[in-house]
């Protein structure tokens, strides 16, 4: 537990400005972003008696090891910066975010006939126009709601759409104004389209033109004695000014612009971007690049970034005006390119005066931060990474620091579905591409031990036979050649270490595998999860690690990495086992056509609740069989009900049903090679 009080910064040295601060522990990972109006007054809060604080932020204070700051001008700057660096760290303090894959947006499906606006998060799909992001859903839902009395498009789901298109009657939102009732017929495919345009269009910045209209519509419907069609549009004049009023404007006359700022040294460059939109700052990003070229100037910095950052943009992503520092020499023939990806005008200018040159002192300061922070993250990050594996090597008494660890932990429930997994750490950061999975088949029942003696065995009888095989010996397995590409397969090199997750049985069984296969040159422990202790092979007494030990915490890290990539695969294993147990009842459902009904409905919930049509309406599917999968799933659902109880995890007190889905917390990048 760290004291506060020795990472306090120095008197004075915390500005008055508004900013986004993070706090990390002594590994240099961010538990923790916050944004303030004044950076020393709440930085100073957090930093007075600890018992005076909230126990949440208690433990904050106490597991950081560092603050750090970031100055803006305005708090629209502070708030995008957090949502950057939350997106970028995923603090384990920030419990608001935690569990959000990202700030949501608010998306217009172009590509459907009647086009659809909605809440959504995660990755960007092709034809689908993206607004945000925004800092919370409920925001999102409360301007589109504003918005939907001006600009009545489709906000329904394809379900209600087509349900309403059927039975010929507008849902409640047609009824009330908020939706121009496509599904019915009230306005054409065109007369909607036009609602969208004009929607995207205020949305994307296009505000003051569509007031201006209107304002004379109303002052029209007025002179011609239509009140109520006037009292119409002053609601929605008033309903569009206070969607307009939850984002403050950092340039009057409602400029697109991307602001372009540099902070560089001898050997890197920040660079700095805001994106303006109608005046308002509707994103922001950073970069940071090796200076391959040491005598490259400014001017050809800001060349290369333009280039590169709108290379392959679509038209309405290039800006009217772009500002840089330096002009550069180029900017002719930049302006050019740009121009003929737009379709328009775009200046490249640098501002001299006024909104614009305060502006771009903000991305300065913005960009000279980011320099100092990735400096000071890369030396703390490489410094740790070398004194966890120091820690390591002195604690085990290694012959060298183990720049290549390898994990392994056995997943199953109640003996089912045994599998395990493989995560290697390379210089103390992980190599997913390395990783495996294994299906454990010599094992019947739970046994951890004799699971991690055959996956151990496995993984090390390939390294055997691969070793052979680049030596030019005959390919023992006849598998580790690729058909394709005529190269040995490789299964990775040695590990400096292997590390089982568990205690002194599971590493006896770990030590004796590899024995048989005559490595015992690679060394072995295991971390027991109680008292995260580190045991030998042997050794009567476990090696113990301070709790502030970087070494511990690396293999911390390491352990949990295992444990959660052998969840995943369990889960995954479990869910599709469900559907094949009940499919293979099916009479005449071969490998293929229950492979279909696995990818399209992807758990036994979903298989029950479709209908004979939906079934045969899948490709190889006739209305027989159709009939004979409904009726086996319906089957195994009623003996279920009357014939078992429910089964439980009794780790978790998790009730096992059926409706587990295809497992979604798999990060991409995550190779999920099963061994089998």
């Not at 560092?66 to 949502?83: G, H, I, M």
Request: charge should be neutral; aromatic fraction near 6%.
């Amino acid at each position: 537990m760290a004291d506060p009080s020795s990472y306090r910064p120095a008197p004075g040295s915390i500005p008055d400005s508004p900013g986004v601060y993070r706090f990390s522990d002594s590994g240099g990972r961010v538990i923790y972003v916050g944004k303030a109006k004044n950076l020393r007054a709440r930085l100073s809060s957090y930093f007075q008696d600890v018992v005076n604080l909230h126990p949440r932020t208690q433990a904050m204070v106490t597991t950081a090891a560092k603050v750090e700051w970031t100055v803006v001008s305005t708090e629209v700057e502070s708030l995008q910066l957090e949502y950057s660096w939350i997106k970028e760290y995923d603090p384990r303090f920030n419990v608001k975010y935690r569990d959000d894959k990202s700030y949501p947006w608010l998306a217009i499906t172009l590509n459907e006939e009647y086009p659809r606006v909605m809440v959504g998060r995660g990755q960007k799909k092709k034809g689908v126009r993206y607004f945000g992001p925004y800092s919370h859903a409920w925001a999102i839902r409360e301007t589109v709601d504003l918005l939907l009395r001006v600009f009545p498009m489709r906000s329904c789901s394809k379900g209600v759409f087509n349900r309403h298109r059927q039975i010929g009657r507008p849902c409640l939102l047609g009824y009330i104004g908020k939706c121009a009732a496509p599904c019915t017929g009230q306005v054409t495919q065109e007369e909607h389209r036009q609602i969208v345009d004009d929607f995207a269009a205020f949305l994307s910045g296009q505000t003051a033109t569509y007031v201006r209209r209107l304002q004379k519509e109303m002052q029209a419907a007025a002179a011609e004695l239509e009140y109520e069609r006037a009292a119409k549009i002053r609601d929605d004049l008033a309903a569009l000014e206070k969607a307009l009023a939850k984002n403050a404007v950092v340039l009057g006359d409602g400029t697109d612009t991307d602001v372009i700022a540099l902070s560089e040294d001898p050997l890197e460059v920040a660079v700095q971007i805001f994106y303006v939109r109608g005046g308002r700052i509707r994103g922001e990003r950073g970069f940071i690049a090796d200076k391959a070229d040491g005598t490259a100037s400014t001017a050809d910095l800001v060349s290369r970034f333009i280039q590169q950052t709108y290379a392959g943009d679509s038209a309405d992503a290039i800006p009217r005006e772009i500002l840089v520092p330096t002009m550069p020499e180029d900017a002719a023939a930049l302006t050019e390119w740009l121009e003929a990806t737009r379709g328009a005008r775009v200046d490249i200018r640098v501002p001299q005066r006024g909104d614009k040159k305060a502006l771009m002192e903000t991305v300065e300061r913005n960009a000279l931060q980011t320099l100092t922070m990735h400096k000071t993250k890369r030396a703390s990050d490489l410094t740790t990474r070398n004194q966890a594996l120091e820690e390591i090597q002195a604690a085990l008494d290694l012959p060298e620091a183990p720049l290549r660890l390898e994990c392994y932990d056995v997943s199953n429930l109640q003996g089912t579905e045994v599998v395990a997994s493989m995560v290697v750490f390379e210089d103390g950061l992980p190599r997913k591409s390395e990783y495996r999975r294994f299906v454990i088949k010599g094992v019947d029942g739970q046994n951890d031990v004799a699971s991690i003696a055959e996956v151990l065995t496995r993984r090390f009888k390939r390294l055997l036979d691969e070793r052979a095989t680049m030596t030019g010996d005959e390919d023992p397995s006849g598998t580790l050649i690729d058909p394709e590409t005529g190269r040995a397969k490789k299964f990775s090199y040695a590990p400096g270490l292997v590390v089982v997750d568990g205690g002194p049985p599971q590493v006896a069984a770990a030590r004796q595998a590899m024995d048989e296969l005559g490595l015992g040159d690679i060394p072995v422990c295991g971390l027991a999860k109680r008292l995260e202790e580190v045991w030998l092979p042997d050794e009567e007494d476990p090696v113990i690690f301070s709790r502030t030990s970087e070494g511990l915490y690396l293999l911390q890290r390491l352990r949990d990495e295992a444990h959660r990539f052998a969840i995943t695969h369990h889960r995954n294993r479990r869910s599709k086992s469900m559907v094949e147990s009940v499919l293979d009842e099916v009479p005449g459902l071969g490998e293929v056509r229950r492979k279909t009904l696995l990818r399209h409905f992807g758990s036994l919930k979903k298989l029950r609740l479709a209908t004979i049509d939906e079934v045969a309406d899948l490709p190889g599917f006739g209305r027989r069989t159709a009939e004979s999968v409904v009726l086996a799933v319906n089957a195994a659902a009623t003996k279920a009900e009357t014939g078992r109880a429910p089964s439980v995890n009794t780790a978790t007190g998790e009730i096992l049903g059926d409706d587990v889905p295809a497992p979604a917390e798999t990060p991409d990048g995550d190779p999920g090679r099963t061994e089998n």
